[in-house]
């Protein structure tokens, strides 16, 4: 049996809502940063009165699935399930109940299939938007309805799992700030009153440099050498492999130091703040201040101090093109000393922390990479296809019902 296939001008036009509210009632106003990308989650419901909608806003409500035509390749997707006015960088898709249903909808244009046509179809290279007139053109795969509905039932028990997988994953990061805060209070007030020493004192604080670029002998080696970068994709509190790694010769070339595993590098711009220890001997570029623990603290405890006062060493940054702490200020930078052996308790506790955390997201990259492999199979007709083989004859009626409908409406 062969899917038909329809354009999505033709089965999902662009329609709001006519829905009409009062300039004083209050109605969820709904902007793209408010979406998570790739899942569709929204992250913050704010609620304003239907006065303060600017002029580029529309209203939606829940037959719409709303599409972001702005930086396509981070698939933001939303099924509301009440009404609001949005912002008209999103697209409010109105499928055909008779034909298409909204979370079959929802699920294709998160599809890789979908993503990787819209990732293709974009103009502008700053703020790249799909083609409209590609989107419109673009068919989408119709499976009888009832078919269409099996699909989404499969991919919604699948998500359910993926989105808990997720949850035990931000639950394992929240322990960390839960956990320092009962065993030395507060890390901006200190309210245990533990003796105050500069950061210069307990650490030495070191930069980094980088090789010249134009040396290939300098690169490819088997030094780490890290970057911000390298942090902030990582998304990591132990850092043992970086995107780039330098040779002897490289090391030898520029005033980068070799660093001893344990070390707590912290980002000193672009951005400021960005904190994990070393787990491995690496060496940075110029872009951290990294923070080599002496005989009063402990890596975890300094690793943990720094991530929760994140906000506060970034407000210590300077400069004009772009903020930076420099040694100096790190060094001055005051942080609490508690006993040593509360601080290693504190670290012993933090590695168990860290190994559920990595299982944890190990875990959800499986899910996710089998998720995207579901959704795959769904629009290739692979994953229903033994279900579709024992509804063959209801099928069959079906697509011929439906075929007709989309005749009519073309």
Same mark, same amino acid.
């Given at each position: 049996?062969?899917?038909?296939?329809?354009?999505?001008?033709?089965?999902?036009?662009?329609?709001?809502?006519?829905?009409?509210?009062?300039?004083?009632?209050?109605?969820?106003?709904?902007?793209?940063?408010?979406?998570?990308?790739?899942?569709?989650?929204?992250?913050?419901?704010?609620?304003?009165?239907?006065?303060?909608?600017?002029?580029?806003?529309?209203?939606?409500?829940?037959?719409?699935?709303?599409?972001?035509?702005?930086?396509?390749?981070?698939?933001?997707?939303?099924?509301?399930?009440?009404?609001?006015?949005?912002?008209?960088?999103?697209?409010?898709?109105?499928?055909?109940?008779?034909?298409?249903?909204?979370?079959?909808?929802?699920?294709?244009?998160?599809?890789?299939?979908?993503?990787?046509?819209?990732?293709?179809?974009?103009?502008?290279?700053?703020?790249?938007?799909?083609?409209?007139?590609?989107?419109?053109?673009?068919?989408?795969?119709?499976?009888?309805?009832?078919?269409?509905?099996?699909?989404?039932?499969?991919?919604?028990?699948?998500?359910?799992?993926?989105?808990?997988?997720?949850?035990?994953?931000?639950?394992?990061?929240?322990?960390?700030?839960?956990?320092?805060?009962?065993?030395?209070?507060?890390?901006?007030?200190?309210?245990?009153?533990?003796?105050?020493?500069?950061?210069?004192?307990?650490?030495?604080?070191?930069?980094?440099?980088?090789?010249?670029?134009?040396?290939?002998?300098?690169?490819?080696?088997?030094?780490?050498?890290?970057?911000?970068?390298?942090?902030?994709?990582?998304?990591?509190?132990?850092?043992?492999?970086?995107?780039?790694?330098?040779?002897?010769?490289?090391?030898?070339?520029?005033?980068?130091?070799?660093?001893?595993?344990?070390?707590?590098?912290?980002? +000193?711009?672009?951005?400021?703040?960005? @904190?994990? %220890?070393?787990?491995?001997? &690496?060496?940075?570029?110029?872009? =951290?201040? *990294? /923070?080599?623990?002496?005989?009063?603290?402990?890596?975890?405890?300094?690793?943990?101090?720094?991530?929760?006062?994140?906000?506060?060493?970034?407000?210590?940054?300077?400069?004009?093109?772009?903020?930076?702490? +420099?040694?100096?200020?790190?060094?001055? @930078?005051? %942080?609490?000393?508690?006993? &040593?052996?509360?601080?290693?308790? =504190?670290? *012993? /506790?933090?590695?168990?922390?860290?190994?559920?955390?990595?299982?944890?997201?190990?875990?959800?990259?499986?899910?996710?990479?089998?998720?995207?492999?579901?959704?795959?199979?769904?629009?290739?007709?692979?994953?229903?296809?033994?279900?579709?083989?024992?509804?063959?004859?209801?099928?069959?009626?079906?697509?011929?019902?439906?075929?007709?409908?989309?005749?009519?409406?073309?």
């Amino acid at each position: 049996m062969k899917w038909g296939a329809a354009p999505l001008e033709v089965v999902a036009p662009a329609r709001g809502s006519d829905r009409r509210f009062k300039p004083d009632e209050l109605v969820w106003h709904l902007t793209l940063d408010q979406i998570e990308a790739h899942t569709g989650r929204v992250l913050e419901k704010i609620q304003r009165p239907f006065a303060e909608a600017g002029t580029s806003t529309f209203v939606f409500d829940n037959r719409n699935v709303l599409y972001s035509k702005l930086r396509p390749y981070l698939n933001k997707v939303v099924c509301p399930a009440e009404p609001g006015v949005a912002t008209t960088e999103l697209v409010p898709l109105r499928p055909d109940p008779r034909v298409l249903d909204r979370n079959f909808l929802a699920y294709y244009l998160r599809s890789p299939r979908f993503l990787a046509f819209a990732s293709s179809t974009v103009a502008g290279v700053k703020m790249p938007r799909i083609i409209m007139g590609k989107l419109w053109e673009h068919e989408i795969p119709l499976p009888p309805l009832s078919e269409q509905r099996r699909i989404v039932e499969i991919l919604d028990q699948a998500d359910a799992l993926r989105k808990k997988r997720a949850e035990a994953d931000a639950k394992a990061a929240r322990i960390l700030p839960a956990l320092f805060c009962k065993m030395f209070g507060d890390p901006a007030t200190n309210p245990k009153g533990w003796p105050v020493r500069k950061l210069g004192e307990v650490c030495r604080v070191v930069s980094g440099a980088t090789p010249r670029t134009d040396r290939p002998e300098y690169w490819g080696g088997s030094i780490l050498w890290a970057t911000p970068k390298d942090l902030s994709s990582r998304n990591c509190w132990v850092l043992d492999q970086t995107d780039r790694n330098i040779t002897e010769q490289g090391l030898a070339s520029c005033a980068t130091t070799l660093l001893p595993e344990g070390t707590v590098l912290l980002s +000193s711009r672009a951005p400021i703040g960005l @904190v994990a %220890i070393a787990g491995r001997s &690496l060496c940075t570029n110029q872009g =951290f201040k *990294s /923070l080599v623990p002496g005989n009063m603290v402990d890596s975890w405890y300094v690793f943990a101090w720094c991530k929760l006062r994140a906000d506060y060493l970034q407000g210590l940054g300077r400069g004009a093109t772009f903020a930076e702490i +420099s040694k100096d200020i790190v060094e001055s @930078v005051p %942080i609490p000393v508690p006993r &040593l052996e509360l601080q290693r308790a =504190f670290g *012993s /506790l933090l590695v168990r922390v860290y190994m559920l955390h990595r299982r944890s997201k190990a875990s959800q990259s499986i899910f996710e990479a089998l998720f995207q492999a579901l959704l795959h199979r769904a629009f290739s007709g692979e994953l229903t296809a033994r279900w579709r083989e024992a509804h063959m004859k209801e099928l069959l009626a079906e697509m011929e019902a439906q075929s007709k409908l989309l005749e009519a409406v073309r």
